[in-house]
């Protein structure tokens, strides 16, 4: 005959649900939690970043007018650049940069100031103006290149009678999440100028450095401006020998053969009328930035129709394929170079073009 008070038994489902609250609650209590509660790992990623697209038409006008109304040659930290805020997330334009258009006035200073995530800048309008990079005063003209590696000092300067209108892209979020944000106004104010354009003058044409340079390997590349005219004539000769919809180039440290900043993929897209890219995913978030041309892109089945000034995100692993009625230069920076050195990055084609499902418009 069983004993009544014999507890070595299965225990009741009361029980054990009382048991694992208790359980959950002491775990809590010591600033602990069941792994077992957290959702499982996904077969994709999920990402957060929303595909979004930002018009020059808007921009342009709110950028002339914080012209007028914000100082920037006051404190080293000040810049007027209007950010984009991916709708999707607490910080950042994608997961890991922030992305903004800075705004720059005819016979305007900023001061220089130097910090620990990287940064890019890329000439969308205007001239007669330099970023200087370590004394290096780097000459900015639509469609450059400008590299403003971690922990380097920069200020810019317009010495003419036009604003200046660039894209910023910097890696704040990523360093963010890592916690090492630092940070330093310049002491002087601006730097000495030491030159002009002078990272160019150890590279005078494709395949031919200056000797003494191969002895200086850095995170970074030792190249800091990028001209357009550059880009456009590589462009052109790869697209003249194999043709297609489109044709890409990404801007590399001559040194080493790796990304011209450690922590970012630059890259400039030529997309040619008459047919529709492939659609193509990859692991990281890409913003994109739309230097010349007009056409649409479909991101994850929503349509985003765009032109020359207008700045959009396209997400992790979420499938993009382009389609121009005129020839179109696209600027892309996203965060390939990190995943590649962490051996987590991977990109697939689609095997048909994607179904529009919707057509983008702002909330």
């Avoid at 258009?101 to 130097?114: C, I, M, N, S, V």
């Avoid at 630059?266 to 890219?277: F, L």
């Amino acid at each position: 005959m069983e004993n009544a008070n014999d507890s070595s038994g299965p225990a009741r489902p009361d029980t054990m649900e009382i048991a694992y609250d208790e359980l959950c609650g002491a775990l809590a209590a010591q600033d602990l939690t069941g792994l077992w509660r957290r959702d499982g790992l996904g077969a994709q990623p999920t990402p957060r970043t929303r595909p979004h697209l930002w018009q020059w038409k808007t921009i342009a006008p709110l950028a002339k007018q914080a012209g007028t109304v914000v100082r920037v040659n006051e404190r080293g930290d000040a810049r007027r650049a209007l950010q984009f805020c991916n709708p999707g997330l607490q910080m950042g334009t994608t997961e890991s940069f922030f992305g903004a258009y800075q705004y720059l006035a005819p016979g305007e200073t900023a001061p220089a100031h130097r910090h620990s995530p990287a940064a890019i800048r890329f000439v969308v309008q205007g001239k007669n103006v330099f970023t200087t990079v370590n004394g290096d005063a780097c000459e900015m003209t639509p469609g450059d290149l400008i590299l403003t590696p971690n922990w380097a000092w920069h200020d810019h300067t317009n010495y003419g009678s036009d604003p200046i209108i660039w894209f910023d892209a910097i890696d704040h979020p990523l360093v963010a999440q890592l916690e090492s944000i630092f940070f330093q106004e310049h002491p002087d104010g601006m730097q000495e100028v030491i030159g002009h354009n002078v990272s160019e003058r150890g590279f005078g044409a494709v395949g031919l450095q200056e000797t003494s340079m191969s002895a200086s390997v850095s995170s970074h590349s030792p190249l800091l401006r990028y001209p357009y005219s550059e880009v456009d004539r590589t462009l052109e000769s790869l697209h003249a020998a194999a043709g297609g919809a489109s044709v890409t180039v990404e801007y590399k440290n001559p040194i080493t053969g790796g990304p011209a900043i450690a922590t970012m993929t630059c890259e400039m897209t030529r997309v040619y009328p008459g047919v529709p890219t492939t659609p193509q995913r990859q692991a990281g978030g890409r913003m994109y930035v739309v230097f010349r041309g007009s056409g649409t892109s479909v991101i994850g089945g929503t349509e985003f129709a765009w032109s020359a000034g207008d700045v959009f995100v396209v997400p992790s692993w979420v499938p993009v394929e382009h389609n121009v009625s005129e020839q179109s230069d696209l600027f892309v920076v996203g965060n390939r170079a990190v995943l590649e050195a962490l051996h987590l990055f991977r990109k697939a084609e689609l095997d048909e073009q994607q179904k529009v499902t919707g057509v983008f418009a702002k909330d």
